[in-house]
């Protein structure tokens, strides 16, 4: 059962961009809103390879959500240098695409039109752009919700928006922090396997960070796992599992898969332990 | 295939424990016909109670003159409307929702009335200040040139400096939230040029402005500047900056940011400010006028109380009231079309 689904179609072509962090560091400044100030990341150094799915997963507060930031370009690193695809990241840019925590759609705006939103920003025609939109809303199943506001949606249809939004424009590394905390369990692995039949059809760099440990091996080709604050890559996972594991249905009940998240728990408790000790 | 079971079983009872249907907010049951009578009823009642009162308690005090009556024809009007509604009720039944909210008025008008005419017909109170119910009626009938005349320029004047006032507000506001620059420049001194009271600048708009109409347009403009602007730059500082990353990622620039994120973020904020305004505007309005605007219902008002035709001043503070009702309501059907995202939201 498993076995026969590890044969995909051919070799796909990779599209996504390298990712590479070199000595990254970042600080931030004490107080506003903050108890902790100080070092957030610290000489973090991580390879992506094109077309990889990556995800990152570390003791709460180890800058997580930092590291995305930065390879975002929605904050600059304190030193160090953040390239994809062979430059370096200034600024945010619609190569790089994010799925947030929240869904963070434009309320006013219809499904269709926060999808096209990325489209016509980049100066595509409005016909393509709602060719485009329509595709990637009818390839997550929501082509039935295109006229319909944010607030009429539920949680997991919001967050299948703003993964259609994210990937419309087509970039070369999508991003995604803790996307699927606030869902349900039973929707959270729908629409993570639709994010990996995403992944799987775009052949994009993803990189998922997570705090579930089962849902970063069940979803990615590599776990790294981050050290307690300040983070700093503490080990990488090699998750061998078949690629089409939204088709395995058996997966999560593997004897591979269990020794995998057992491996990732260890190492993450003794992070956690570290972090705990330091303090 | 355990986890697929598992998915089915789990979404079944999902289903189950669902309620079969949600009742949208207006799908509230129609009044019943008891309610439209318990209403309409009273409404008769109490207006046949006016008419009596005021025909058949004589007149105390000496009357040199029998003024015309507009009371009798008044009242007899809203009972023929009190009648015809209840008829209405019950052959369209959708709209009894309206039906009892004209009782509602009528209701209350006649229990207003009924005391003001004991009042007035037992000469516990006396004209000029407290005119009878059926001269202030009588103004809307004498004197509706001039009224009419009135409030077209008052609408005038007030459309005019409104219009001026907050599309100022609302660009300078936008100004003041979205640029560091002009705030930290600007801030401080729309600060403290804002909350002066537009009737403090009466001195200066007189010496400043060649007319009083264009005096009164500056004053109006002042008024609704502030409140629209203050709300507008508070709303455009407020988008939530997770709106902002998510469209700066998506390769919006800075117009676009501006004129699809900021705007439409900021928009609920401007329309408060709009709705401010536009209450601070109304009485800068009355004030313009009775300083020295040589028409308008302001004027109306000060004319009136020269001659101690006092109904005219209070038949002319209802118009100004109903004014504001039919220019608020305006402005709430611009929100509604642009904001009818937010229905889903927040309650209206």
């Known amino acids: 059962m498993v076995a026969t689904t590890t044969v995909s179609q051919g070799v796909p072509v990779t599209q996504g961009s390298d990712v590479e962090l070199l000595g990254v560091s970042k600080t931030r400044p004490k107080g506003a809103g903050r108890e902790t100030g100080g070092l957030v990341l610290n000489h973090l150094n991580l390879r992506v390879e094109p077309g990889s799915f990556v995800s990152i997963v570390g003791p709460g507060g180890c800058g997580k959500t930092t590291l995305l930031r930065l390879l975002a370009g929605l904050e600059p690193p304190s030193a160090g240098h953040v390239h994809v695809g062979g430059q370096t990241v200034h600024g945010p840019s619609p190569r790089r695409g994010i799925i947030f925590q929240d869904a963070n759609l434009f309320p006013w705006l219809s499904v269709l039109k926060n999808v096209t939103f990325g489209p016509l920003s980049v100066g595509v025609s409005l016909k393509d752009a709602e060719a485009r939109a329509t595709h990637w809303l009818t390839f997550l199943g929501l082509s039935k919700f295109l006229q319909r506001y944010p607030h009429e949606l539920s949680g997991g249809m919001q967050q299948r928006v703003a993964i259609a939004r994210a990937i419309v424009n087509e970039p070369d590394l999508l991003l995604a922090d803790e996307p699927f905390g606030g869902l349900d369990w039973i929707t959270r692995e729908q629409v993570c396997d639709e994010l990996l039949r995403l992944w799987h059809t775009t052949r994009k760099t993803f990189i998922y960070v997570t705090h579930a440990l089962e849902e970063a091996v069940y979803i990615s080709q590599r776990v790294i796992i981050l050290s307690a604050r300040p983070g700093t890559v503490a080990k990488v996972i090699e998750v061998n599992l078949p690629e089409q594991r939204w088709a395995a249905t058996d997966l999560r009940f593997s004897p591979e898969y269990a020794r995998l998240v057992e491996e990732v728990r260890e190492i993450f408790a003794e992070q956690t332990a570290l972090a705990h000790n330091s303090r | 295939?355990?986890?697929?079971?598992?998915?089915?079983?789990?979404?079944?009872?999902?289903?189950?424990?669902?309620?079969?249907?949600?009742?949208?907010?207006?799908?509230?049951?129609?009044?019943?016909?008891?309610?439209?009578?318990?209403?309409?009823?009273?409404?008769?009642?109490?207006?046949?109670?006016?008419?009596?009162?005021?025909?058949?308690?004589?007149?105390?005090?000496?009357?040199?003159?029998?003024?015309?009556?507009?009371?009798?024809?008044?009242?007899?009007?809203?009972?023929?409307?009190?009648?015809?509604?209840?008829?209405?009720?019950?052959?369209?039944?959708?709209?009894?929702?309206?039906?009892?909210?004209?009782?509602?008025?009528?209701?209350?008008?006649?229990?207003?009335?009924?005391?003001?005419?004991?009042?007035?017909?037992?000469?516990?109170?006396?004209?000029?200040?407290?005119?009878?119910?059926?001269?202030?009626?009588?103004?809307?009938?004498?004197?509706?040139?001039?009224?009419?005349?009135?409030?077209?320029?008052?609408?005038?004047?007030?459309?005019?400096?409104?219009?001026?006032?907050?599309?100022?507000?609302?660009?300078?506001?936008?100004?003041?939230?979205?640029?560091?620059?002009?705030?930290?420049?600007?801030?401080?001194?729309?600060?403290?040029?804002?909350?002066?009271?537009?009737?403090?600048?009466?001195?200066?708009?007189?010496?400043?402005?060649?007319?009083?109409?264009?005096?009164?347009?500056?004053?109006?403009?002042?008024?609704?500047?502030?409140?629209?602007?203050?709300?507008?730059?508070?709303?455009?500082?407020?988008?939530?900056?997770?709106?902002?990353?998510?469209?700066?990622?998506?390769?919006?620039?800075?117009?676009?940011?501006?004129?699809?994120?900021?705007?439409?973020?900021?928009?609920?904020?401007?329309?408060?400010?709009?709705?401010?305004?536009?209450?601070?505007?109304?009485?800068?309005?009355?004030?313009?006028?009775?300083?020295?605007?040589?028409?308008?219902?302001?004027?109306?008002?000060?004319?009136?109380?020269?001659?101690?035709?006092?109904?005219?001043?209070?038949?002319?503070?209802?118009?100004?009231?109903?004014?504001?009702?039919?220019?608020?309501?305006?402005?709430?059907?611009?929100?509604?079309?642009?904001?009818?995202?937010?229905?889903g939201i927040i309650r209206w």
């Open chain 2, 1 to 343: 295939m355990a986890l697929e079971e598992l998915r089915t079983a789990i979404s079944a009872v999902d289903r189950a424990a669902a309620p079969p249907t949600t009742v949208p907010l207006d799908a509230i049951p129609l009044p019943s016909d008891r309610i439209i009578n318990l209403r309409a009823g009273p409404t008769v009642i109490i207006w046949l109670t006016v008419l009596a009162v005021h025909n058949l308690i004589p007149q105390a005090g000496a009357t040199f003159k029998v003024p015309a009556d507009y009371l009798s024809p008044a009242a007899l009007l809203v009972l023929g409307i009190a009648l015809a509604t209840w008829g209405f009720a019950y052959i369209a039944k959708g709209r009894r929702e309206n039906v009892l909210a004209i009782y509602r008025v009528l209701i209350v008008l006649g229990i207003v009335l009924i005391p003001w005419e004991v009042a007035e017909r037992l000469a516990w109170i006396k004209p000029p200040f407290f005119p009878t119910a059926s001269k202030v009626i009588g103004v809307y009938i004498e004197d509706y040139p001039t009224l009419l005349l009135s409030i077209a320029y008052s609408m005038r004047l007030m459309i005019i400096g409104y219009v001026i006032g907050s599309t100022v507000g609302i660009f300078s506001g936008l100004a003041l939230g979205w640029s560091k620059h002009v705030s930290n420049w600007a801030q401080f001194w729309m600060r403290l040029i804002g909350p002066i009271p537009a009737t403090a600048w009466i001195p200066l708009a007189i010496v400043i402005f060649p007319n009083t109409f264009s005096a009164g347009i500056f004053l109006i403009a002042f008024a609704s500047w502030f409140p629209v602007m203050m709300l507008t730059s508070s709303g455009v500082a407020g988008v939530p900056k997770a709106l902002l990353e998510a469209a700066q990622t998506l390769g919006a620039d800075n117009k676009r940011l501006l004129l699809h994120v900021v705007i439409p973020a900021a928009l609920p904020n401007v329309f408060v400010g709009l709705f401010m305004s536009l209450g601070t505007a109304f009485a800068i309005l009355v004030v313009a006028e009775m300083m020295g605007v040589k028409a308008g219902l302001g004027w109306y008002i000060t004319w009136a109380q020269g001659w101690s035709e006092y109904h005219k001043v209070y038949a002319s503070m209802l118009v100004l009231g109903a004014l504001f009702i039919i220019v608020v309501s305006g402005v709430f059907k611009v929100r509604d079309r642009l904001l009818s995202w937010q229905k």
